[in-house]
Each structure stands twice: as C-alpha cells, then as structure tokens.
C-alpha cells in the first residue's frame, strides 16, 4: 500500500481542527489520560494526517489479495514528540490489519488494534518504537496527529525534528520551532 502524509496544511484546511486541540476542555482530557499537563508541541504539529490507500486509489483494494502484514505502512521509528495523539477517521468497525505495532522492551511486539472511526490513542511515541501494520480490506486509513509536549517548561522535553524534516516545509518548521523554544526558554527564565 501507499502512504500519504501531508503535514501543516489544518490551518489552511479547516477552522475546525487546529481551533480543537487548544481547546480548555480537550487538553484537560488529553492531560488527565497522559498524567502530566500537555499543550500541542506547536501550531505545525497540529493535525497532520497520514493516508494509506491502495496503489490504484480507492477501489483497487478492494480488487487486491491481502497484503503481507509484514511490511508496514510507516517504518518502524520513534515519533519527535514526547506524545501523539492518534484519531481514526476511516470506519474501522470491519478493518482488518491497520493496527498500531509496539515494540516492547525485552524486542518482541504487542500489536494494538486500531481505534474506531472518531476515536482516539494517546500515545508517549517519542519514547516507544512503533508502526502501523497495512489495512487489508478497507480502501484507505485515515487519521490525524496532534503532537504534544509537556506545559511545564521545567519538565524534559525531548521534542526533535529528526524525523519531521524530510516531510516538511522547513522554513514553516524551523520558524515555529525556534519560536517554541525561545518561550520555553524565556518561561524557564521567569521562574
């Protein structure tokens, strides 16, 4: 399958998306389940999407064998943020594959089914290796990532761009990026 990631485009996109995440009520709930009081890691985190669809768009999956299991949508990596949020927008009720993959420490795997349509996973991926396991019956995987960051500025935060990069416009990215850590500073500064 093939895999699409536009990044930076909520803004542009929708009113909706970007407006929600900063939201009082949804970051005490993204909080409460994280333990720790987290804000979006900065405006070009919010959203981005990531689409798997099939190699001749919507129908050819359905025309296709399964698919070996094997081979990941996304690479096993690490996230750049210390906390993603995860939100399935496809209908994931008769999915199969399309789970969430988590190395565990001792090197074997625990695989997470994937959320219902509307439903979300927190999840520590800067810390975590993980991947996404191909959808093997459905036309396409959709969901969106916030990435998040701890509010305290005393608190570590392991943010990096390592693996943002080479999906982003970059003076966009380096322009919130050095933003965001010049406030952190600045907040450190003040204590």
Not at 91 to 117: I, N
Not at 141 to 157: A, G, H, M, Y
């Amino acid at each position: 399958p093939s895999s699409l990631l536009p990044r930076s485009r909520a803004p542009v996109c929708s009113s909706v998306q970007p407006s929600t995440w900063p939201t009082p009520e949804v970051l005490k709930i993204v909080s409460d389940i994280a333990g720790v009081e987290l804000v979006p890691a900065m405006d070009y985190e919010i959203s981005h999407t990531n689409v798997q669809l099939g190699p001749g768009g919507l129908d050819a999956p359905k025309k296709q064998e399964v698919t070996d299991q094997t081979k990941p949508i996304i690479e096993w990596h690490k996230d750049s943020h210390p906390w993603v949020c995860v939100v399935m927008l496809s209908d994931a009720r008769h999915m199969s594959g399309g789970e969430t993959e988590l190395m565990k420490g001792d090197g074997t795997t625990l695989k997470v089914k994937a959320p219902q349509m509307g439903c979300a996973v927190l999840l520590q991926g800067r810390y975590i290796t993980h991947t996404a396991a191909p959808v093997t019956n459905m036309p396409e995987r959709v969901t969106i990532v916030t990435s998040f960051r701890p509010k305290n500025p005393l608190l570590v935060d392991d943010t990096t761009n390592k693996n943002v990069r080479n999906k982003s416009h970059l003076t966009e990215l380096y322009y919130q990026w050095t933003t965001y850590r010049l406030d952190v500073i600045a907040q450190r500064a003040r204590i």
